[in-house]
């Protein structure tokens, strides 16, 4: 479970100095970012690792430290324009909760929210409960009024996207793959209009053209996810064509063969690259240049677990980006 949950435990803040503060960019990763279309964001899903300093912090600090006052100097990152809020999946956040957020980060900054998991999982996803009905899935009414209307509220023009995760689900768990896509349809039209909705899968059945006209019908996005229980991210790309979405929505999270738990163990403390994933690092870099060019705005999110560390996985993603430029070749 992410740290950012311990954010806001207390709200009371005393005035002193800074807990941390924004590491020195050199001059090639400013040369990077200025070599970046603007319609491109890049970003980290979440920020409190303490295995950054040197790369996003100028001293070490501990999570909870991070966490609660690590934003502002993350934000200050030349590459890192979005963030993912992986908190909002456990418990939704308040407005007030939002409107921090919104206050530790610079004007063009936006944030890419994770939306509660009862909406997306059709059993509790409490494991102690697992197998019991969740009366909240693909509740629009309660993803309206506890989840969309706070995000909104509090980080008003910095909202970027709000995103629905749904869980690796066996289709005959919930009636079929053509009663999910409708059950879908119906949720996501009646979200309220504004946010930039997108949806993540985890289940490679449901990856159809019924899928994709359910997100045309919508104005939903497919975040394009680099997940073992995902299709490949060439398979998505082939089905959902990016050129069609509303926006490009990439979540590069855990590399290929490892189980989470497994790549923690193996990346803290995220400070370096340990598996490199260059294959990947060119379908994403080719595929933002290709939506940019049709004026398509793009958000990339990078776990840790992609590679090892999300900080230089992104730097070298926006090395090769910045590289081709606006002129990329066949």
């Known amino acids: 479970m992410d740290v950012q949950l311990g954010l806001f435990a207390d709200e009371t803040v005393v005035a002193g100095p800074a807990a941390v503060g924004a590491a020195r960019a050199s001059d090639r990763v400013e040369a990077y970012a200025a070599g970046l279309p ?104 309660y993803a309206a009024s506890e989840v969309v209307g706070p995000m909104v509220e509090g980080l008003g023009d910095k909202a970027g996207v709000l995103l629905f995760q749904f869980p690796p689900i066996p289709p005959n768990l919930v009636g079929g793959r053509k009663a999910f896509f409708e059950r879908l349809q119906r949720f996501l039209a009646a979200l309220p209009a504004g946010p930039l909705y997108a949806v993540e899968l985890r289940t490679p059945a449901f990856l159809t053209e019924d899928y994709v006209a359910v997100l045309e019908s919508t104005g939903a996005a497919h975040c394009y996810n680099v997940h073992p229980a995902m299709s490949p991210l060439e398979r998505q790309l082939a089905v959902v064509q990016p050129f069609y979405q509303p926006a490009l929505v990439v979540r590069w999270m855990l590399h290929s063969g490892l189980p989470y738990e497994a790549a923690r163990e193996r990346y803290q403390p995220f400070d370096r690259i340990v598996d490199e994933d260059p294959e990947t690092r060119e379908r994403i870099a080719t595929t933002v240049l290709d939506v940019t060019l049709a004026e398509r705005a793009a958000f990339v999110i990078a776990n840790n677990k992609a590679e090892g560390s999300a900080p230089l996985t992104l730097l070298h993603l926006a090395a090769r980006i910045s590289e081709w430029g606006p002129s990329r070749p066949e």
């Open 38 to 141: 603007k319609s491109v964001r890049l970003g980290t899903s979440s920020w409190s690792f303490p295995g950054w300093e040197g790369h996003v912090y100028d001293r070490r600090a501990s999570p909870d430290v991070l966490a609660r006052e690590g934003l502002g100097a993350y934000a200050e990152h030349p590459l890192f324009r979005t963030v993912g809020v992986d908190r909002s999946f456990y418990r939704p956040l308040t407005s007030d909760q939002f409107r921090a957020y919104a206050a530790a980060v610079p004007k063009d900054f936006r944030f890419l929210v994770k939306a509660d998991r009862l909406l997306t999982s059709p059993v509790n996803p409490d494991e102690r409960a697992f197998g019991e009905r969740n009366l909240r899935y693909l509740d629009a009414g």
